[in-house]
């Protein structure tokens, strides 16, 4: 590496954080440190510094951004400005995993003045699936529609809503409530979340898929006036997306978030028995005549030294590590903004996190086997 993958800072010591740490510790033997206003109490890992840590402080959020060269960011969407900020004014290359627009276009103001990176998005959704987006637009002379799924889901959704939490409560409303970027007949548009639903069957289970707000990241603004349609929207088990119809508009709760949180928090049970789905299919011009490239695949959980990690936090963090370690081999621009889809969809699975997404790997091109067969697409609900 040109530069080390070491003097790292994570704010937030969630389930995400804490396994972007595990990860980089187990793949990198580098030491970490994991800053939360409480973190976990410390153990005998030698590579693990626990850092008590309020980032509502300007004072203590400066002190330890300036004893680090990288900070990712871990923490809720709403600390995402916050952070950004004071990294970019310590010289601090800074990565984040925010789904939050708003949040991404106040980090692109920064940017002009930065003498740092400033890459938001990095996770999964946005993140791996503009990389994704990005490799199936270059397979076309001329790209029509390129529709991109992704669903992190409980193995066995039994209650109401037919879902289970496997990550961020706040992400999920911010996701549900606000506007959705997609590109429609060649214009970028805004769509409103939960419409436009549809369902995919992937070898041979029903999902359900809707509009999102945030998944798309830049992806949208790369693309335009290269593809025709272009749309991102979350899987879900059917019947879903009805339930969360009926309390956000039907009840009315789209417009008293805090009681949203309040009801999801009571009701809607945690679990670690996850799968994260990933879908994407692209159809264009290839040589004069109209074809189609699919990508499938489905994450599980697993152990991340010596710990039960999901299938989301597995997934989300390897794709920041990757972006990471892209940018520390000198692959990546090294100040400034920078778009998740700069990263190429090779170049991260070339990474040492790249074996997660293992599964979208081009195995018709690179001689190890057969593209995985195209999902069934049926729209019930028309999208535009």
Not at 37 to 53: E, K
Not at 154 to 170: E, G, K, P, Q, V
Not at 220 to 227: A, I, Q
Not at 233 to 252: E, F
Request: aromatic share 4%.
């Amino acid at each position: 590496m040109q530069a080390p993958l070491e003097n790292i800072l994570v704010l937030g010591a969630g389930k995400i954080g804490s396994t972007i740490a595990d990860m980089l510790a187990e793949l990198h033997g580098v030491s970490v440190t994991l800053a939360d206003v409480q973190p976990p109490p410390a153990d005998s890992d030698p590579q693990i510094n626990r850092l008590p840590l309020d980032v509502q402080s300007d004072g203590a959020l400066a002190a330890a951004l300036q004893q680090h060269r990288i900070v990712i960011n871990a923490l809720p969407f709403f600390c995402t400005a916050r952070v950004a900020t004071a990294a970019a004014l310590h010289g601090v290359h800074y990565f984040d995993l925010t789904e939050d627009v708003a949040a991404t276009r106040a980090i692109r103001a920064l940017a002009p003045h930065a003498k740092a990176v400033l890459m938001p998005q990095c996770g999964l959704a946005p993140g791996l699936i503009g990389m994704l987006g990005e490799h199936l637009a270059e397979q076309f002379d001329e790209l029509h529609d390129l529709q991109l799924r992704v669903g992190a889901l409980t193995r066995h959704a039994t209650n109401a809503l037919r879902y289970h939490f496997t990550w961020s409560i706040d992400g999920l409303i911010n996701e549900y409530c606000n506007p959705c970027d997609a590109i429609v007949n060649g214009q970028a548009v805004q769509l409103q979340p939960l419409e436009g639903l549809e369902s995919w069957s992937l070898d041979g289970q029903v999902f359900e898929a809707f509009n999102t707000s945030g998944g798309l990241g830049t992806l949208c603004e790369t693309l335009k006036g290269r593809v025709r349609n272009l749309s991102y929207k979350t899987l879900r088990h059917p019947g879903h997306r009805d339930a969360m119809q009926l309390l956000l508009h039907g009840l009315r709760l789209i417009e008293r978030r805090d009681l949203l949180r309040q009801v999801l928090e009571g009701a809607v049970p945690h679990s670690r028995d996850d799968v994260v789905v990933i879908a994407a299919a692209a159809a264009g011009l290839q040589g004069g005549r109209l074809e189609q490239e699919t990508r499938t695949t489905r994450i599980h959980g697993t152990a991340l030294r010596g710990r039960q990690r999901t299938a989301i936090e597995l997934s989300t963090a390897a794709g920041v590590l990757g972006a990471v370690e892209l940018f520390a081999t000198g692959q990546l621009p090294q100040h400034g903004f920078v778009r998740q889809e700069q990263c190429t969809l090779s170049a991260l699975l070339a990474t040492r996190a790249g074996h997660y997404f293992e599964g979208l790997r081009d195995h018709a091109k690179d001689g190890s086997g057969t593209v995985p067969a195209s999902p069934a697409i049926h729209t019930h609900v028309p999208q535009y």
